[in-house]
Each structure stands twice: as structure tokens, then as C-alpha cells.
């Protein structure tokens, strides 16, 4: 069972709606976890960051943490063609030298 | 402040040849990482270190060698390159000082080709 699990997409959506991606993870000493953005050729750059249960918004984005259903998500209002990116989930376990464990990424593209 | 810095950009190796990937950052950052992003893939990690003098093994360490001597500087070796080890290989760092987001900061990678 890998650490961290997302569906690689691509997740098409049109411009102005709301994209919905996806995350979980397998182990439930995971404390914080973390958004990614990447384009391509590009390095991640952090978008979101949670670390309790609920919900978290920063401008168009709102992450999302169920610990119970190990779950996170992220979901994107507004959508514009700039968001087409993939996007990365992070988890880190406070146990582990602060090491973090990454999925490999959903594709999101947003059509004009 | 200038991040987290890699270099080169971009390099093409012989199989069995050997090079050094630059990794500094002037953040103060006590943990510095080395990931390796296959094509379509996540990131996987190759070495970590929790400060400088200690370093330990990430997911896929064989075939690589890090040494931390410095706070600032994390270099990443690779001995008798592999077709293998075609990749895109980021640095990256984080704090662990109390109260921070411990967010990791990325550099902006080093594309290698291994023929």
C-alpha cells in the first residue's frame, strides 16, 4: 500500500468551476499535510498547508482534513487556465526527522 | 534571500561516469532533502539530513552518497551513473523550529540524462 494515493487525473474542468482533488493517506501517525503545485518543468510550490480537521481557505483554495478517514483534499473555486498544473499531496509524520511523503500527483487542466 | 539554489541545470552523463549535484540554501534551514521525480511521477526521496554531520537513507538511496558538512550546503553524488538514474533530482529544506509550518522549500532541480 503506497503512503500517499491520488488519482493521476487528468481532471479536465471548465473555466470558472470548482475543482475537487483528492488525497489519502495509509498511516495515522501523519500530522500535517501539505498542497502542491507544479508546473511542468517546474519545482512544487507550496500552495495549502493543514494540520487539524476541517477546513482551511487561503483566497480560491480550501484544504480540506478528515484524520478519521484519512483523508485531504483540495478544492479550487473559480477555476482559471493558470491553475493547469499537477498538483502534489505531502504528508509528514512528526515521529520521522520530519521526512514527507508525496503522491504522484493529480493533472489538472482547466479548458478556457 | 535566494531560496534554495541547484546547480547545474541540466547535465548528460556517460554510463559509469560520476558527478556532484550542488544543493545550498540561506535560509538556516536545519533539514535539507534530495528527491528524485521520475516522468509522471511523485517525488521520491534519496537522502535526507536533520543537520549538518547527519545524514540517513530515503526510499531510493543506492547509487547515491550525500554529505552534510555545512548547514548550508547538502551535495548529492552519484558513483558509476545508470541509465537508471535519468531523472529530475530536486533539493529541498525545511525548518524545525517550534511554532513554524515546517513547510519545505524547493529548488528548482537539476534535469540529468544518464546514455
Known amino acids: 500500500q503506497k503512503e500517499v494515493e491520488q488519482n493521476s487525473g487528468p481532471l479536465s474542468v471548465p473555466e470558472g468551476a470548482i475543482a475537487s482533488l483528492n488525497c489519502t493517506y495509509s498511516?495515522?501517525?501523519?500530522?500535517?499535510f501539505f498542497w502542491y503545485r507544479q508546473y511542468s518543468g517546474k519545482s512544487p510550490e507550496l500552495i495549502m498547508s493543514?494540520?487539524?480537521?476541517g477546513d482551511k481557505e487561503d483566497g480560491r483554495f480550501t484544504a480540506q482534513l478528515n484524520k478519521a478517514s484519512q483523508y485531504v483534499s483540495l478544492l479550487i473555486r473559480d477555476s482559471q487556465p493558470s491553475d493547469s498544473a499537477t498538483y502534489l499531496c505531502a504528508v509528514k509524520r512528526e515521529y520521522n526527522f520530519n521526512k514527507f511523503y508525496f503522491g504522484s500527483g493529480t493533472k489538472l487542466n482547466v479548458k478556457p | 534571500n535566494a531560496g534554495v539554489t541547484q546547480t547545474p541545470k541540466f547535465r548528460i552523463l556517460k554510463i559509469g561516469q560520476s558527478m556532484t549535484l550542488q544543493c545550498t540554501q540561506d535560509?538556516?534551514?536545519?533539514?535539507m532533502y534530495w528527491y528524485r521525480q521520475d516522468p509522471g511521477m511523485g517525488l521520491k526521496l534519496i537522502y535526507y539530513s536533520v543537520g549538518a554531520g547527519i545524514t540517513d537513507k530515503g526510499e531510493v538511496p543506492n547509487g547515491y552518497n550525500v554529505s552534510r558538512s555545512t548547514t548550508e550546503d547538502f551535495p548529492l553524488r552519484l558513483e558509476l551513473a545508470a541509465p537508471s538514474q535519468t531523472s529530475v533530482y530536486f533539493c529541498?529544506?525545511?525548518?524545525?523550529?517550534?511554532?513554524?509550518?515546517?513547510?519545505?522549500?524547493f529548488g528548482p532541480g537539476t534535469r540529468l540524462t544518464v546514455t
Open positions: 535560509m538556516n534551514h536545519n533539514y
Open positions: 498511516d495515522r501517525g501523519s500530522q500535517s
Open positions: 529541498a529544506s525545511s525548518t524545525d523550529r517550534s511554532g513554524s509550518s515546517y513547510e519545505q522549500y
Open positions: 493543514i494540520y487539524s480537521n
